[in-house]
């Protein structure tokens, strides 16, 4: 096994078939990998996500897969983790800081977790041993396990009390389901994650609301014409009043091929709440359904090979279980 760098994947996979008996080598980078999952400076971070790449291409066998990720803590500050298939933590959670010139895992913000695989690892946090590094590339891995493509996600809590008993059946019920259900083994690889971000209109008082104002989909307004087109539609004390904001229904971010992830955000009008619970449920699962298809036309020239259809497939019939719960 190369050194932990950023060895173009084709490379490294070929690497691993050529050394044959892949029951063995399984159990050798995996043992590695245990020694890795507890890291404490760049160096060990970097070699486990590579360790994680090489047993994302020749299986993970009866070990629970993980990936290796770097994203962004709320401070800005770099922030490194392992996740299962559910996007469950697993092993050491770290946000790094600036430190002497270099950089240095934070104790303070650092966490650990526990596995199925090693159920004796401590999950307090060991500050004591943290050195700084003079290399601050951290990498993330770049191939993925398979899991289930579409995450539904909040921006805000907020909502009509009407609409919140339909809302948390989507993080209680629908997601779970999703996550059981989806077979991702099946679509291929190249899409990591279709992200749903639901926006609600919601009123918290005079002085916190916020009501969405649907604009027309054929008019293909640019983000400075709302406003002016919500006065040509009410007057200022009306918007001031109601906290309406007018927006587009979809508003789609783009696909990162790095990250293999594509966002677009829902927007729920008040009168959404209005609805029944059958009702929201029959809107939300034709507006999630309309989104994703949206984004299998756009991306499926990038991944050709990635089969669309039958994630939509499944998608659409879990979709109609949880109406009919």
């Known amino acids: ?31 590695e990998f ?21 047993l994302a291409i020749i299986g993970w066998g ?12 709320v401070n800005g500050a770099p922030n490194t983790f392992f996740a299962n298939a559910m996007g469950c933590p697993r092993f050491t959670d770290a946000v790094w800081k600036q430190s002497g010139g270099g950089l240095m895992i934070d104790a303070a913000r650092t966490s650990r977790h526990a596995s199925p695989d090693d159920t004796h690892r401590h999950t307090d946090t060991d500050n004591g041993h943290y050195s700084v590094s003079e ?9 993925w396990i398979a899991k289930n493509p579409i995450w539904i996600k909040r921006t805000l809590d907020n909502c009509y009390p009407g609409s919140r008993a339909v809302i948390d059946s989507i993080d209680r019920d629908l997601q779970p389901a999703l996550d059981a259900g989806m077979r991702p083994q099946l679509y291929g690889r190249g899409l990591n994650r279709i992200i749903i971000n639901c926006a609600f209109s919601f009123d918290d008082g005079p002085h916190c ?12 307004l640019r ?38 992830r594509v966002n677009v955000s829902i927007m729920f009008e008040r009168e959404f709440s209005r609805l029944s619970h059958g009702e929201q449920k029959a809107v939300m699962s034709e507006y999630f359904l309309t989104a994703a298809t949206a984004i299998a036309t756009r991306v499926k020239k990038r991944l050709p090979a990635y089969d669309f259809p039958l994630m939509l497939s499944d998608f659409r019939t879990i979709l109609n279980t949880w109406q009919d719960a």
Not at 135 to 143: A, E, G, K
């Open 135 to 143: 290399d601050s590339t951290l990498l993330s891995q770049r191939n």
């Open 223 to 260: 983000q400075s014409e709302y406003y002016p087109t919500l006065l040509g539609m009410y007057t200022e004390d009306e918007i001031e009043a109601n906290g309406y904001y007018l927006r587009p229904r979809y508003s789609h971010g783009p696909f990162r091929t790095d990250t293999g």
């Open 1 to 31: 096994m190369p050194t932990a760098e950023n060895v173009p994947l084709h490379k490294l996979e070929a690497q691993l078939r050529r050394r044959g008996d892949t029951d063995a080598l399984r159990e050798e980078l995996f043992a």
């Open 62 to 73: 009866a070990h629970e897969p993980v990936e290796a990720l770097r994203d962004v803590y």
């Open 209 to 220: 609301k916020t009501n969405y104002i649907i604009a027309d989909e054929g008019r293909r």
């Open 34 to 54: 245990l020694r890795c999952a507890d890291y404490t400076c760049v160096s060990e971070w970097n070699r486990a996500v590579q360790l994680c790449e090489s």
